[in-house]
């Protein structure tokens, strides 16, 4: 059977404001990316979501991102390449010690936000996060944005030492050059359980998704996200799972076999 990875951005709360409806998405994902308190977070929601997590049997993974708490990691910050490679040892740090103290095992690291969509696009960026993953633990799996760009990336992380595992969103309109629409833009962030559903069983099963203007671009993802804080997260991810299995395609964690496929199949 075809399987793949389902994931959400979860752990987004942060003391007495609460972002997301975690304990009630575990129940459909098969690996969480844990915010780690820089753009949303913090040492109680960490603990809390890796426990729930690790009880559910839910791939862990740590989710860094630039230190925006205003603007919840999704400005753009001007930081030198010294400065990211501090910051994600220091967060993915950070949830790795929550997963010791809790006898689970971290299983990868997924960028937030802007930091996730300038490595989509940036080779000296991509390289530093592939580094410091490696400088924690290089069995750890760089989550990264499928799609033309994934050879580039495969090779990076390669030389790293680390294997990397390619994402897709369902829940997000894409750009004819593969990346993500911004989200200032008009339907910019899909909020309709059904098309969504829609979207993740051909970027499963096709390995594509239909642009903004119609085109197809090819993404071969292995792993497909909804963000946690999008105010129809669960039923988007209940939908998604049901749809999936519906069409053949199991939803199982993140494994070592397809970080491999990913850097065997798009790597020249």
């Not at 308190?37 to 809390?48: F, K, T, Y």
């Not at 708490?69 to 910051?87: D, P, Q, W």
């Not at 080779?123 to 750890?140: C, F, G, K, M, Q």
């Not at 098309?195 to 497909?224: F, N």
Request: with cysteine; proline share 6%; net charge neutral.
């Amino acid at each position: 059977m075809q399987a793949i990875d389902l994931n959400s951005d979860i752990g987004e709360s942060f003391g007495v404001y609460t972002i997301g409806q975690d304990a009630a998405v575990l129940a459909h994902i098969s690996s969480a990316n844990i915010a780690c308190g820089w753009h949303a977070g913090d040492p109680l929601v960490m603990d809390r979501t890796v426990r729930r997590a690790a009880a559910d049997g839910v791939g862990i993974g740590a989710h860094p991102g630039y230190p925006d708490l205003m603007g919840f990691g999704r400005r753009r910050m001007n930081c030198s390449l010294a400065e990211i490679r501090a910051y994600l040892i220091y967060q993915v740090g950070a949830l790795q010690g929550f997963c010791a103290a809790h006898n689970v095992r971290l299983q990868h690291v997924k960028p937030h936000g802007a930091l996730y969509n300038h490595a989509a696009g940036d080779d000296e960026t991509v390289r530093t996060i592939a580094e410091a993953i490696a400088a924690v633990d290089p069995s750890l799996y760089y989550v990264a944005l499928a799609g033309p760009r994934a050879a580039a990336i495969a090779r990076i992380c390669g030389r790293a030492g680390i294997r990397v595992v390619f994402e897709a969103f369902p829940d997000r309109a894409y750009t004819p050059e593969g990346r993500l629409a911004p989200r200032g833009q008009p339907g910019a962030v899909i909020t309709d359980p059904v098309e969504a559903a829609r979207r993740a069983v051909r970027m499963a099963t096709a390995g594509e998704v239909v642009a903004t203007d119609g085109s197809v671009v090819p993404l071969h993802p292995q792993t497909l996200c909804v963000h946690g804080d999008t105010p129809t997260a669960l039923a988007l991810v209940r939908q998604i799972r049901h749809t999936l299995e519906q069409a053949g395609v199991a939803v199982k964690p993140m494994a070592p076999s397809a970080g491999e496929r990913a850097t065997d199949a798009d790597t020249p």
